[in-house]
């Protein structure tokens, strides 16, 4: 977490200058100072007398019970760990020793924060009448700032409208499948994103909705959204890379496929491939979360896969996998050279998956999606596959 923040502001900055916008840095004497801390510095010396003795005076059982949190999951009869009830004291406690430790006023969060933030105020006005020491920052006030959660036009929250959440790590989210989810976002909705998670001039961001309205099939909204979301969270080399491989993507290669320098390459156990379904496989590929999401895509007719474009051709082009859920599917007839799987969904996503020795697979280190123990999974099939066999 400490990296990925100290990186968006290296980016942001970067970007800053290039585009003569003022950066406010820190100088010596100055009273602001721009810090990652982590709770566990504190947390782990607060011994539960002392928590008692302090949050614990502060935190009416009236008060807690009423948050939205805590009253919806009861009335719906839904049960609530310790953990989670006491989740809000603790919050406020990371905020009240920031407050006497360096005067931190305010905190900023999301709309579903809100009971959290006043819980911190009112366990910081409780401490200082009650005399602890909080010198020289006694006479400050807190307050806080809750902003509407972000969300699409459809009400959806962004990031998680498929169901997998979106991540700015590039090893939970590669730069390319960042990049494909922004270009897939609608155009009710890109004008808005644009001015929010951007740091594009409002000029800017005018000229290119008025070019994009010229031709929306074009998507230049969508794809300046995604390189400045890139950039910001992966840097301009990334960023660079990612618009080429995916200008690369709309006309793939073979050679281009086959090369062990392509990024967006997933791997999968020859023995998990050979038991697996295609719904099963879309999983294993990142494209969809579940099995039978996978088999609706299919049925859909929303699933495409690459073949040779010609015998002697290096190019390849897509043709819609199959859709009838009773034809039979051989997913080996898929595959090219009997090894790559390029599967595209809708216009835009692509995947592509390798499938490797179980021996090679190991010695990679290389990790299943949507499984912890793809060995086991490969049992769990087989026995399943038994079992429908079995008159």
């Not at 959806?156 to 989810?181: M, Q």
Request: glycine letters at 8%.
């Amino acid at each position: 977490m400490k990296s990925q923040l100290h990186n968006l502001w290296g980016h942001m900055e970067e970007m800053m200058q290039e585009r003569g916008q003022v950066i406010d840095h820190p100088t010596a004497g100055s009273t602001h100072n721009r810090r990652v801390d982590a709770n566990n510095r504190w947390l782990s010396k607060l011994t539960i007398t002392e928590y008692l003795a302090t949050v614990g005076q502060c935190g009416k059982m009236g008060a807690m019970l009423s948050r939205d949190t805590v009253r919806n999951r009861l009335e719906k009869g839904e049960s609530m760990s310790l953990a989670e009830f006491n989740y809000p004291m603790i919050q406020a406690y990371d905020w009240w020793y920031m407050f006497q430790e360096t005067g931190v006023e305010l905190q900023i969060g999301g709309s579903d924060q809100y009971g959290n933030i006043v819980a911190g105020m009112d366990l910081i006005d409780h401490m200082v009448k009650n005399h602890y020491n909080a010198a020289p920052y006694t006479e400050r006030k807190p307050f806080g700032i809750t902003t509407p959660l972000l969300t699409s036009s459809a009400g959806e929250k962004f990031g998680k409208s498929a169901g997998n959440a979106v991540w700015l790590d590039a090893t939970l989210t590669k730069p390319f499948d960042l990049y494909g989810y922004l270009l897939r976002t609608t155009d009710a909705d890109v004008e808005r994103f644009l001015r929010l998670l951007t740091l594009v001039p409002e000029e800017q961001i005018r000229s290119v909705m008025v070019e994009h309205q010229t031709d929306p099939t074009k998507r230049k909204a969508q794809h300046r959204l995604a390189l400045e979301i890139c950039r910001l969270a992966h840097g301009k080399d990334w960023a660079a890379r990612t618009v080429a491989e995916h200008e690369r993507s709309r006309r793939l290669t073979l050679s281009e496929v086959t090369s062990t320098n392509l990024d967006r390459k997933s791997y999968i156990p020859n023995s998990l491939f050979a038991v697996s379904s295609i719904g099963q496989v879309l999983v294993y590929a990142g494209m969809v979360e579940s099995a039978s999401k996978g088999n609706t895509l299919r049925q859909s007719g929303g699933l495409y896969r690459a073949k040779p474009a010609g015998k002697a051709s290096d190019e390849l082009e897509f043709e819609q996998v199959p859709k009838s859920p009773t034809s039979s599917l051989d997913l080996n007839g898929l595959l090219i050279q009997g090894t790559y799987l390029i599967l595209r969904s809708g216009k835009w996503r692509t995947s592509i998956l390798e499938v490797l020795d179980d021996e090679e697979f190991d010695r990679k280190g290389l990790e299943v999606v949507g499984t912890d123990d793809w060995r086991q999974r490969v049992l769990e099939l087989k026995q399943r596959q038994q079992v429908k066999k079995t008159p």
